[in-house]
């Protein structure tokens, strides 16, 4: 029986890099790292299984694999696989078990306009875990804390989303004011882009 203890997942990988290619310097560029390091990790792949693995060709070019090698190149390279699925596949979302707080930060205004009918939706929908905290923003620290995950969402005028944060443009809110006749701000519309930011994911609204 084979002592796991010695192994990682990285060895697995190499080890099915090898078999692949049957090349430690091909199968060292595919990996993206030295053939030196590869092949000390070979010497660690031989000690756990205790068999050569990959032995030279004849005329010296090239490897060929060992009987061993080629009974573990299908399971695992499906193992590896699965693996890379499980690793991959998103988190299930389920809103009626989850227990979770969403944090979003928008001024007084967007909490007003979009906050109480947001918390209003949430309590048709989720269940009583699903929590909504609407903070307000602090420009200094609100990029650090999306990148943290101490934030969700920022909702706001685009202009105020800090760079490098993916935004999504959500609405272009109008705003009415009165003014003396001859003012020097003209006569010009004002208008605030409604922005939602994250640092990854784009969320839309409809």
Do not use: W
Not at 144 to 157: K, N
């Amino acid at each position: 029986m084979i002592d796991l203890k010695g192994a990682d997942l990285s060895l697995l990988v190499s080890l099915d890099a090898l078999i692949e290619e049957a090349n430690v310097t091909k199968a060292a560029e595919r990996l993206n790292i030295s053939q030196p390091a590869l092949s000390a990790q070979l010497a660690r792949l031989r000690d756990l299984f205790d068999d050569p693995l990959l032995v030279s060709a004849k005329g010296g070019r090239g490897m060929v694999p060992t009987s061993r090698a080629l009974e573990l190149k299908l399971p695992l390279h499906l193992a590896l696989k699965d693996l890379e699925a499980v690793v991959k596949r998103p988190p299930a979302f389920d809103p009626l078990s989850a227990d979770r707080t969403f944090s979003i930060a928008g001024s007084d205004y967007m909490t007003a306009v979009l906050g109480v009918r947001l918390i209003a939706r949430a309590q048709k929908l989720a269940g009583p875990s699903v929590r909504i905290s609407l903070r307000t923003p602090n420009p200094d620290l609100i990029a650090v804390q999306l990148e943290r995950g101490q934030l969700d969402l920022l909702v706001g005028d685009e202009r105020g989303v800090p760079h490098g944060m993916t935004i999504q443009r959500l609405y272009d809110d109008h705003h009415v004011v009165a003014q003396r006749k001859g003012h020097p701000r003209g006569d010009d519309k004002l208008r605030c882009r409604v922005a939602v930011a994250t640092p990854g994911a784009i969320y839309r609204r409809t």
